[in-house]
């Protein structure tokens, strides 16, 4: 079993900042990426950031880059989601996932899909008010 557990959601003013984490335990895996994913009431889940294991090399969508910062520790198996100048917007539940190294090729766009993930937490709130 691959256990992922999201940490760091909370309350934060308009403005504000939050760092999430994610940690990784259980059975080892190769892993191609890990992403951060978030749902907001009603709405549909959005791709928000990921990161390929090996190399380091990052993709943002277009409503938090600039304002994000995905980044990982392969030592400590954690990839963490700094989120900085947040808006009201910016409001959902956040799940992090990790991507299985397939050995195959793959497009920079199935990264944006939450069925190209293997492995999910069970989430965390952030709520940010006005």
């Known amino acids: 079993q691959v256990q992922l557990v999201e940490s760091g959601g909370g309350l934060v003013q308009a403005g504000g900042s939050l760092k999430l984490s994610c940690v990784a335990s259980g059975r080892t895996f190769s892993r191609y990426a890990m992403g951060w994913f978030r749902q907001a009431p009603g709405k549909e889940r959005e791709f928000v950031a990921f990161?390929?294991?090996?190399?380091?090399?990052?993709y943002y969508s277009d409503p938090v880059k600039g304002r994000f910062t995905i980044s990982r520790d392969t030592a400590k198996n954690t990839v963490t989601l700094q989120m900085n100048v947040l808006k009201p917007e910016d409001t959902a539940v956040y799940y992090c996932a990790a991507e299985a190294d397939r050995g195959t090729p793959s497009l920079l766009t199935d990264h944006f899909k939450s069925s190209s993930y293997d492995y999910w937490g069970q989430g965390t709130q952030v709520t940010v008010s006005s």
């Open positions: 990161i390929r294991w090996s190399g380091g090399w990052t």
